[in-house]
């Protein structure tokens, strides 16, 4: 007999239940008031709920039998339907499935990653890290909402082929699949069942994306108006020498080139074409360097900035604009490329070309005198270990802000001995009472509107006072090294030129725009031509037509050179902390000469013999460049200078150092002298390979 369809489930089945049972209720009270000789309502309504309650607690115990029964039933068939629809399912899906057991032994697979590899190649058995770049812990403790990130080891199929991703300070990975693991229990033993998603498409249009990203760059042809002073009717073959290079190297890689003012260009080109330059350390520069005007030895040079950081089209041209302003405050002939992950150097190994103008220095003093006389006072400091030429600079600048009319104070360590004799003279001086003052002191002077002028350095971790340059918000730099990165708070005014011989040198051309003829006392004068002196060498390394006229100006002064000559005094002690050096010295590669002092009590007395070590040994025949190392407490400091043809601030940054090009310097701490010396020797060696390659 067909079973009605109401009747076909348990809530048809309750439904007819309690109405059967309401219509025996009202037939047990209708039947109940017949027989019975009570006809009060109270009564009648009495038993009909007491009737109805017993029929809901039937209903209640008839419905759980009959929904335990379904129930049972529906298990019974439901069971085993969906153990064959699961084991069906994993088995056909497109996806790989793997099943391993908790140390990763591989007990089961699906046709899909069967299909990953060889044909007949058996995984049974077999563990998953053999085959793949990841555990089996490995992915069930991965977090990632897609799963592990992995790439197969041993597979050959080329639709399946290794992409490689590059990490920093990684190996390369291969990334194919993102792999998730879920637990499961049969048996009371616990298993892995891993499934993989094929990402190769995805991997593939990331690296499309991030290999069409733009990158924008300036290039500025560094030293073009210097070499044509004298040959003007040659410019144009110059130039068009130099920007057909520049073309042929940029349609190389379907890039785009225009020139937006003369020698300046602006370059858009893809990032899949860096890796290329980077390994080949933009050899266009090279070609570049081919080019001579006239009889000229001298070769033509470019600077370029780079900036593949993200960003829009505008960030990016303004991050390149930055990059440039960079390596022309490096000395220019390099190119500087800025990524998100930082600012890389290339290049740099030509010396710069002397092409200040007493113009540049009239505008930078002018800008420096506006901000100066809306300061409400001026702090100015050098750099650690002050020598002559940061003091000299120091003292100029004191000068500079006095005629502003602005109160000013000089940050210094009055204890250091290498400038003891300088400082005496001006110490015992009525007009510098309270001048000096220590690094702690100067911050008890600093206001929301104090001006802070760093001169001869720009490296924050070798200011006088870093605490003092964190807490000031304005500050202007005024340096000849070559910027050596980024500086973690922008100054309002930054003066680098590295073909300047000293920061005196640059002080002295802003005092001779600004003060009047006969305001810069003797000793000032005589100061300033010392720290001209030093970096200089006596004005036999690093010289031009702007380091004279500064020292004429000087000389114009009452600037005495016997008199400033004076300043470098040394006592007997010092002169035999001089001798110490020589008498451990090695050449290495037939062109640079070592001398190490490697001895306990060591003091910053020995900083500034190891520089004038490394002064003299430059007099060796047939030495091209020298190094003086010392240790002084637990810090090897490299004092290092140059004939000119070497480089040996390239060499130093390879060791966080920095500098000039033919003087530079650098402190390692915590490291033993005998690996100081070995990583210098490897950067020595890493600098060769390259200017010879």
């Known amino acids: 007999?067909?079973?009605?369809?109401?009747?076909?489930?348990?809530?048809?089945?309750?439904?007819?239940?309690?109405?059967?049972?309401?219509?025996?209720?009202?037939?047990?009270?209708?039947?109940?008031?017949?027989?019975?000789?009570?006809?009060?309502?109270?009564?009648?309504?009495?038993?009909?709920?007491?009737?109805?309650?017993?029929?809901?607690y039937i209903n209640s115990m008839i419905f759980r039998f009959c929904s335990f029964k379904i129930s049972s039933a529906a298990d019974e068939t439901e069971t085993p339907i969906l153990r064959s629809v699961t084991l069906d399912f994993i088995s056909k899906i497109y996806m790989p499935v793997l099943i391993c057991g908790e140390d990763g032994k591989i007990i089961w697979y699906n046709k899909a990653l069967s299909g990953l590899f060889h044909a007949g190649e058996v995984l049974y058995g077999r563990y998953i890290d053999q085959f793949c770049t990841a555990t089996a812990e490995d992915i069930m403790k991965s977090e990632e909402t897609e799963g592990l990130a992995v790439g197969l080891l041993s597979n050959t199929h080329a639709h399946f082929h290794n992409r490689l991703s590059f990490d920093e300070e990684e190996e390369a990975v291969p990334r194919n699949f993102n792999v998730k693991g879920y637990p499961i229990i049969a048996d009371e033993k616990k298993y892995c069942l891993t499934v993989w998603n094929d990402r190769a498409d995805f991997y593939d249009l990331q690296k499309r994306m991030e290999d069409s990203e733009a990158v924008v760059g300036y290039i500025l042809i560094d030293n073009l108006d210097e070499l044509l002073q004298y040959l003007q009717e040659q410019y144009r073959l110059a130039s068009a020498q130099v920007e057909d290079v520049l073309r042929r190297w940029v349609e190389g890689m379907n890039g785009l080139l225009k020139e937006y003012e003369r020698?300046?260009?602006?370059?858009?080109?893809?990032?899949?074409?860096?890796?290329?330059?980077?390994?080949?350390?933009?050899?266009?520069?090279?070609?570049?360097?081919?080019?001579?005007?006239?009889?000229?030895?001298?070769?033509?040079?470019?600077?370029?900035?780079?900036?593949?950081?993200?960003?829009?089209?505008?960030?990016?041209?303004?991050?390149?604009?930055?990059?440039?302003?960079?390596?022309?405050?490096?000395?220019?002939?390099?190119?500087?490329?800025?990524?998100?992950?930082?600012?890389?150097?290339?290049?740099?190994?030509?010396?710069?070309?002397?092409?200040?103008?007493?113009?540049?220095?009239?505008?930078?003093?002018?800008?420096?005198?506006?901000?100066?006389?809306?300061?409400?006072?001026?702090l100015i400091m050098g750099h650690r270990f002050a020598d002559h030429d940061s003091i000299g600079s120091c003292i100029g600048m004191y000068k500079f802000t006095e005629f502003c009319g602005v109160t000013a104070n000089i940050v210094i360590n009055t204890a250091d001995p290498n400038i003891r004799i300088c400082l005496d003279r001006f110490m015992s001086r009525d007009d510098y009472a309270g001048v000096f003052v220590s690094g702690p002191a100067s911050l008890d002077l600093i206001t929301s509107e104090t001006l802070l002028i760093i001169c001869d350095v720009s490296n924050p971790s070798t200011f006088e006072s870093p605490e003092l340059y964190q807490n000031v918000q304005?500050?202007?730099?005024?340096?000849h090294r070559r910027k050596t990165g980024e500086l973690a708070y922008k100054p309002v005014l930054t003066y680098i030129e590295p073909s300047a011989s000293s920061a005196s040198e640059l002080v002295?051309?802003?005092?001779?725009?600004?003060?009047?003829?006969?305001?810069?006392?003797?000793?000032?004068?005589?100061?300033?031509?010392?720290g001209i002196l030093l970096d200089t060498n006596q004005f036999t390394r690093n010289t031009g037509v702007r380091t004279f006229s500064a020292a004429l100006y000087l000389r114009s002064e009452g600037a005495s050179p016997a008199d400033a000559k004076m300043l470098f005094r040394t006592s007997l002690g010092d002169f035999m902390r001089e001798a110490k050096f020589e008498s451990n010295v090695v050449v290495y590669r037939d062109i640079i000469a070592i001398a190490v002092r490697d001895s306990e009590g060591s003091t910053a007395d020995d900083r500034i013999a190891a520089a004038k070590a490394a002064d003299r040994l430059l007099s060796v025949d047939g030495v091209m460049a020298s190094f003086a190392l010392v240790r002084i407490g637990d810090a090897s400091i490299i004092s290092a200078r140059s004939q000119g043809d070497l480089n040996v601030q390239l060499i130093l940054e390879r060791l966080k150092g920095g500098g000039h090009f033919d003087v530079a310097g650098a402190q390692m701490r915590g490291i033993p002298m005998q690996t100081a010396l070995e990583k210098l020797k490897a950067a020595i060696d890493a600098y060769l390979a390259e200017i010879d390659s």
């Open 1 to 56: 007999m067909k079973v009605p369809q109401f009747l076909s489930t348990p809530a048809g089945i309750k439904h007819f239940i309690q109405k059967a049972l309401g219509i025996l209720a009202i037939t047990g009270l209708a039947l109940t008031l017949h027989f019975s000789d009570h006809t009060d309502p109270l009564y009648a309504g009495l038993c009909f709920a007491a009737l109805y309650a017993a029929a809901l």
């Open 263 to 378: 020698n300046k260009y602006i370059v858009v080109f893809e990032a899949k074409h860096i890796p290329a330059l980077i390994e080949s350390r933009f050899s266009v520069m090279d070609d570049i360097r081919e080019i001579r005007v006239g009889e000229s030895s001298t070769p033509v040079t470019v600077s370029m900035g780079l900036s593949l950081k993200k960003g829009t089209l505008a960030e990016k041209e303004s991050e390149a604009h930055e990059a440039l302003d960079l390596a022309l405050q490096r000395g220019g002939d390099q190119v500087v490329y800025k990524t998100a992950n930082g600012i890389e150097f290339y290049g740099g190994r030509s010396k710069s070309v002397q092409k200040r103008t007493k113009v540049r220095s009239r505008v930078i003093a002018g800008e420096l005198a506006n901000l100066i006389s809306s300061a409400s006072n001026v």
């Open 474 to 479: 304005n500050t202007v730099i005024i340096d």
């Open 508 to 530: 002295s051309e802003m005092l001779e725009q600004s003060l009047p003829l006969g305001a810069l006392p003797k000793e000032e004068a005589d100061l300033l031509l010392s």
